[in-house]
Structure formats: structure tokens, C-alpha cells
């Protein structure tokens, strides 16, 4: 009976690895083509009969990049940008979550229903009023116009009041019992306990902010102050695409957030699983 049960589990633990194996080369694949088409010549990615090895690596396209588009000074608008909207958004939507959450003041129903309403209308509706803004205040083609509409969110005000709203009242008592005001019991208790859900509002607002397209080509027509997101972009033409070019600018603009979720591996998943953000 033993031996029986054992086998069946040895079989179920094989079948269970191969279902995750062939998962992992479906999720895989299309990064190994797209390295497989960078090293490629154009004639090779367009080819009516698909070449799935090229005849020789064409390892000067990575370099016609740099020849292509101002990479470094584009890499580094993209990292200022998500550098500050990350930090302003993790200031920003603590506190407004928490005073949404733990604070009882007049018209916090109204202004709670105004906020989450955003989640409601597409980002599109109002991008026209963002550029009229932008304009006005002169900040086109600068970085403080590509920030500017991102410092705040409300999908991140929302993920913050969930998560303060899920401690137990007894800490928040027991502060003020010791004397604490609301920003010490903020600052000292409620924030640290909500670190997961602080990681995960980080994780998604680096993510937004490094692959957002629209915005980036709405506001700037100088490639130097252009993100990667919206550089690489100009490297469609109107007739004719280097498709290996595009294919390898991309790689190396994906580099910097794949070596982050590498190395931040472990914090990301739990962080991901304690807020129970899919």
C-alpha cells in the first residue's frame, strides 16, 4: 500500500513539473525570440518562411542603438522620472490613504467616492486637460511635465486604505493612550506594519512608470528628453522599420527593471501575495 501511494505521488510530482516546465517555455519564448530577432539581419525577421537561428549573430545591432537614439540620456530620463513618481506616489497615497481609512473628518464619504471614481474613467478622457495644464505652466518637454500627472494615483490611495483598514483598532488606541499623536501614530506604527502593501504600490508604480507610452509622446518632441518608452517608439518608420534595431533597443530597455525584479525577487512575491494583488 505504501509503495503504492508513494508511486502515485512521484507520478503526480513528475506531472506537475512538466506542466510547470512547459509553462515556464511558453511564458519564456517570446523573450528568446525577441533576443533571437535583435541578433538577426532585417531580411531574416521579415522572411515569409520563419528563421529560427540566423545564419550570424549580428551583434553591431546593440551598438547601432546608441546610433539610432540617444539611449544614455533617454535611460536616464526614464529612471529621474520613475524615481519621483515612485517616492511621490508612495508619500502621497500612504497619507491620503490612511486619513481615508483611520480619520474621521466632514465630506470624507464625498471626497472618497470623487478619488475612486477615477478608477472609473479611462486615462484617455482626460489626457487633452493634463496637456492644457502642462502647457500653461510652461513645463513641455521637461521632466517635470512628464511627472507632474503621475505623483498621485487613485488606484494607490484605494490599495492603501485597504490595507490600513485591516489593522486592528487596539494599536491605534493604545498610541494615543501613550500620548502619540495621529502623524507619530502614522508614522511610528501603522506605516511600518504596512510596508508589504507599501512595496507592492512601489513594484506597480515603477512598472507604470518605466512602460508608459502615451503620455511621453504627447508631451516631448525632442529625443533627448523623451523616456525609453517613448524613444523607442521613433525608431518605427513611416515605411520602412530595422526590426532587429527595435528588437535589440528593447532588450535594453527592458534590462534595468528585469535586473531589479531579480535581485528584489523574494520581496516583490511577498510582497504581491500578502496584499493579494493579482
Known amino acids: 500500500m505504501t509503495d503504492r501511494v508513494t508511486h502515485r505521488r512521484r507520478g503526480s510530482h ?13 511564458m519564456a519564448f517570446p523573450f528568446v525570440w525577441q533576443l533571437i530577432m535583435s541578433l538577426s539581419t ?5 522572411s515569409v518562411t520563419p528563421v529560427f537561428w540566423p545564419s550570424e549573430l549580428h551583434w553591431e545591432n546593440y551598438a547601432e542603438v546608441f546610433d539610432r537614439m540617444p539611449f544614455l540620456q533617454q535611460l536616464g530620463n526614464s529612471v529621474l ?22 480619520m474621521r473628518f466632514r465630506g470624507r464619504g464625498v471626497l472618497l467616492g ?4 477615477i478608477l472609473m474613467v479611462p486615462s484617455q478622457v482626460y489626457l487633452l486637460s493634463q496637456y492644457q495644464i502642462i502647457q500653461s505652466l510652461g513645463l513641455l518637454d521637461s ?6 500627472p503621475g505623483l498621485f494615483s ?24 501613550d500620548g502619540a499623536n495621529p502623524f507619530q501614530i502614522f508614522w511610528k506604527i501603522m506605516l511600518p506594519l504596512a510596508r508589504p502593501t507599501v512595496a507592492v504600490l512601489a513594484i506597480t508604480t515603477v512598472l507604470w512608470s518605466w512602460n508608459e507610452l502615451l503620455w511621453p509622446l504627447v508631451v516631448t ?9 517613448a524613444g523607442l517608439a521613433t525608431l518605427i518608420g513611416d515605411r520602412t522599420t530595422d526590426y532587429p534595431v527595435v528588437m535589440a533597443a528593447s532588450l535594453l530597455a527592458m534590462a534595468p ?22
Open 81 to 102: 522620472v520613475t524615481v519621483l513618481r515612485t517616492l511621490a506616489q508612495i508619500l502621497f497615497c500612504t497619507l491620503a490613504g490612511y486619513a481615508f481609512a483611520r
Open 42 to 46: 532585417n531580411a531574416e525577421v521579415q
Open 221 to 229: 518632441t525632442y529625443s533627448e528628453r523623451m523616456p525609453l518608452s
Open 154 to 177: 487613485a488606484f494607490g490611495t484605494f490599495l492603501m486604505r485597504t490595507a490600513f483598514l485591516s489593522m486592528p483598532n487596539e494599536l491605534e488606541e493604545a498610541a494615543r493612550l
Open 14 to 26: 513528475v506531472v506537475a513539473h512538466l506542466v510547470l516546465g512547459l509553462g515556464s517555455l511558453v
Open 143 to 148: 521632466v517635470g511635465g512628464l511627472v507632474l
Open 114 to 117: 470623487l478619488v475612486l471614481s
Open 257 to 278: 527593471v528585469l535586473v531589479m525584479f531579480v535581485l528584489l525577487q523574494r520581496r516583490v512575491i511577498d510582497g504581491l501575495a500578502s496584499s493579494g494583488l493579482k
